[in-house]
T-cell receptor
């Protein structure tokens, strides 16, 4: 079974720009969660989608948004990028009943 | 008090020794507990999960959970240099959400 895929793997943007990241979960998984990882803050929860509905949201500004499509693929968008948004953005795929989550390889975003 | 706390580390053990990693959590409603391993430059990899009090063994890994003390640990027996990585403790409250709350991680080095 294929794992979680994320595109792109690396991204360099300038302040003020916006970015869209994509995630395809493990086949059959309907839950997708997004996390931001930085050296200072560690892994922080951004949001969770299940069957195209946002089920939970972390404490991030409204510049961070996401959505999920009918095929369970998910995108997250960050508008008006700030230097502090530089991080590894991780997508996790959930199988449901057992609450286990499996991470994709991540997208490394650098904001200059 | 942080929701999930891990010893700051780093932890260094000789090859063949037992490595012990500890984690405490503050939310008594937490139901599922996970250990992830993250190699430098890579994404977290799920290595163990536990839901019930007691021990759960999988190969060289043993997860221990004590809900009364709000404590979860990971033991790695016969540590190998390939076990050198950052280990992340994560908890989930369930209740229809797969949101994970992570500790800051503990860096383990196994010396040959």
């Amino acid at each position: 079974k294929a794992g979680v895929t994320q595109t792109p793997r690396y991204l360099i943007k300038t302040r003020g720009q916006q970015v869209t990241l994509s995630c395809s979960p493990i086949s059959g998984h309907r839950s997708v969660s997004w996390y931001q990882q930085t050296p200072g803050q560690g892994l922080q929860f951004l949001f969770e989608y299940f069957s195209e509905t946002q089920r939970n949201k972390g404490n991030f500004p409204g510049r961070f948004s996401g959505r999920q499509f009918s095929n369970s693929r998910s995108e997250m968008n960050v508008s008006t990028l700030e230097l502090g948004d530089s991080a590894l953005y991780l997508c996790a795929s959930g199988g449901g009943a057992t609450y286990e989550q499996y991470f994709g390889p991540g997208t490394r975003l650098t904001v200059t | 008090q942080k929701e999930v706390e891990q010893n700051s580390g780093p932890l260094s053990v000789p090859e063949g020794a037992i490595a012990s990693l500890n984690c405490t959590y503050s939310d008594r409603g937490s139901q599922s507990f996970f250990w992830y391993r993250q190699y430098s430059g890579k994404s977290p990899e799920l290595i163990m999960f536990i839901y019930s009090n007691g021990d759960k063994e999988d190969g060289r890994f043993t997860a221990q959970l004590n809900k009364a003390s709000q404590y979860v640990s990971l033991l790695i027996r016969d540590s190998q240099p390939s076990d050198s990585a950052t280990y992340l403790c994560a908890v989930n409250r369930q209740g229809g959400s797969e949101k994970l709350v992570f500790g800051k991680g503990m860096k383990l080095t196994v010396n040959p």
